[in-house]
């Protein structure tokens, strides 16, 4: 089974409202990512947080991790048409260069 | 930098037929991966390398895919024979050393009727 697990599946929300997405992950981690894919296109690295860190900003963007609960929020604030993609967490398995990727969340924003 | 490069970017083809993926990582990059990515199963890993020599294969489905890396530039997946059920999008990604973040190429949409 997946390593990371999204939660909700799909969100659609208004420009400008604010989209929280949550993943949860099953071991032990050295650092967890965020990704974001555009209909038809690969996907793009949004931000990294370690494992010894509880919160990282990048922009708009707001990431949070709980080792002891093993989960992540990934908070878009301000959110516009163009942040509809879809989002996935990616977790880096101690160790190794191994990266499993979650189901991802599908974020669409109305304007 | 152009980033990633995989050709076709889409590929329609035949029960039975072969086929070959290709992709250029990013230069000075020394791990390839390549992914796979379907509504069900979502995106996996089927193998990776690193100075061209592979690393963990363990996410390669069946004998019927093989990847190689003659080179530091190249890297290919066959599917022989396709089977319908390989129908996904495939991308190959790349990473320096030192490096923890993926570049992704644009994947390439192959289609086995």
């Known amino acids: 089974s997946q390593q990371g697990e999204e939660d909700p599946q799909a969100l659609s929300i208004q420009e400008g409202e604010n989209a929280t997405m949550n993943c949860s992950y099953k071991t032990s981690i050295n650092n967890l990512q965020w990704y974001r894919q555009n209909s038809g296109r690969g996907l793009v690295h949004l931000i990294l947080?370690?494992?010894?860190?509880r919160e990282k900003h990048s922009g708009r963007l707001r990431v949070t991790l709980d080792t002891s609960k093993k989960s992540s929020s990934l908070l878009i604030t301000a959110s516009r048409a163009a942040d509809t993609a879809s989002y996935f967490c990616a977790t880096d398995i101690s160790g190794g260069f191994k990266t499993i990727f979650g189901a991802g969340t599908r974020l669409f924003v109305k304007a | 930098d152009a980033g990633v490069i995989q050709s076709p970017r889409h590929e329609v083809t035949e029960m039975g037929q072969e086929v070959t993926l290709r992709c250029k990582p990013i230069?000075?990059?020394?791990?390839l991966f390549w992914y796979r990515q379907t509504m069900m199963r979502g995106l996996e890993l089927l193998i990776y390398f690193n100075n061209n020599v592979p690393i963990d294969d363990s996410g390669m489905p069946e004998d019927r895919f093989s990847a190689k890396m003659p080179n530091a530039s190249f890297s290919t997946l066959k599917i022989q024979p396709s089977e319908p059920r390989d129908s996904a999008v495939y991308f190959c990604?790349?990473?320096?050393?030192?490096?923890?973040?993926?570049?992704f190429g644009p994947g390439t949409r192959l289609l086995v009727l």
């Open positions: 990604a790349s990473t320096g050393t030192g490096q923890e973040t993926q570049y």
């Open positions: 230069s000075g990059h020394d791990y």
């Open positions: 947080i370690r494992s010894n860190e």
